[in-house]
């Protein structure tokens, strides 16, 4: 019995708490702020964005997405919402 509270103790210890999520408005981020940014940082928004913009009229858009660098993303990004 000892033994079995041992080890659930132990496996509670060695549990991850729980993540705590990082805060980035992508209204006020300029395009050489994104691109300055780290590898995983940019991988992090463009996953964010490929996310959020898959909907019944993106099949194309995940696909083009799929074939772009990271500096084509960010052109096109730029030029499907500057007005």
Do not use: H
């Amino acid at each position: 019995m000892r033994v079995a509270i041992a080890a659930l103790i132990a496996l509670v210890l060695l549990l991850p708490g729980p993540a705590a999520a990082q805060v980035v408005d992508l209204s006020t981020i300029k395009c050489k702020e994104f691109l300055d940014s780290s590898k995983e940082t940019i991988s992090y928004i463009m996953m964010w964005l490929d996310g959020y913009f898959t909907g019944e009229d993106a099949g194309g858009f995940v696909k083009a997405r799929r074939e772009m660098s990271e500096r084509d993303y960010v052109n096109f990004m730029r030029s499907r919402f500057s007005k």
